[in-house]
């Protein structure tokens, strides 16, 4: 995730914009390049980093810078066109300071450079590549289609797990309903036959008897609770807490560690083709994985720095399959590493799709069965001193 840094260096102010797991983390990058930090705070932009409460719509800067230079503009040119068609202030803003940039003879990745709340250090470095091959338009094309990809993986995940949300939703609104309002009239239905009830209709009854003393209690406690809840999983640090427990769950946490490779993989391969040396993608791609796996990576670079073979480095590190291994060989022997990277990845987002269908085909009737059972449950115990009083008349 992005985190902006408010540091010294040589004793001028400077924001920088970085890729970290957490805030400790952000805060060792900013040391480690010689920075004394002053503040830290993250920042949430899939496509465009936030800038004043807004996001700077990088990848449809992107796009429409693209086509307008597919349609034969000059880069200044096409960026003054973007800037007067703009009607946003700070986006503006940001436009003009680019272009003023380029005027002065500055290169377009130097330019961007000014502005690193906006463009990640990825976008900088995939422009700055193309700088070098004259060929901007395929590199904003690469960045463009890289971004629809990994938005497209994203959606899947939460598309699949809407349907699952609504139906705990719906059916705690159902079970909240009947404990909260149902059951305390039926305890004082049942008031007077006391012990003649059966176990559990009495703990039930017992529990309605509570809510109907203490309802607005009780409710305080719940919303405090779910305040405090939601609050504490905002945390940087649950989060990762949880993350690692996933990781320690054997079938779930290779998931996670094949989604996170996809994601590698999907910013190597786009780094690659666009010219960039490996061991530099790979340093560039490095925060996309987790603490563990960056340090697997770290390993695997300094292998590759020693003359070792990427397929042969990465798979001693554990970061292949034995089918992505073989990609990367057949990379290596074509010399098309960035196009197998990207297929890797294709490969690696076909696999969690796959993982991703079957949870959900088996999760959701699971979750439905045990809704059911559970507000079936009380609705039983509501009335089962009923049927039994029936039977006794009859």
Known sequence: MQFQVRALATGKLVILALDATDEPDARRQAAAQGYTVLGVQQERAPGGLSFGGKRFPLVLFSQELLALLEAGLSLVEALEALLEKEGRSDTKRILGGIVEQLYEGRPLSLALQKFPREFPELYIATVRASERTGDLPQALLRFVEYQ??????????????????????????????????????????????????????????????????????????????????TWLFTRESTRSWLLARLWSIPSLGERVRVYQLARFYRTLGMLLQGGTPIVNALTMSADLLQQGLRARLEAASARIKEGIAMSTAMEECGLTTPVAQRMLVVGERTGRMGEMTDRVAAFYDEEIARFVDWFTRLFEPLLMAFIGVVIGGIVVLMYFPIFELAGSIQ
Request: cysteine-free; charged content about 10%.
């Open 148 to 229: 629809q990809q990994m938005e497209a993986v994203r959606k899947k995940i939460v598309s699949a797990s809407i349907y699952p949300v609504m139906l705990l939703l719906v059916g705690g609104l159902v079970v909240l309903f009947l404990l909260g309002y149902v059951v305390p009239r039926f305890s004082l239905i049942y008031a007077d036959l006391g012990s003649n009830l059966p176990f559990m209709s009495r703990v039930l009854m017992r529990w309605g008897q509570l809510l109907a003393a203490n309802g607005l209690s009780i409710l305080v406690a719940v919303v405090a609770s779910i305040a405090g809840l």
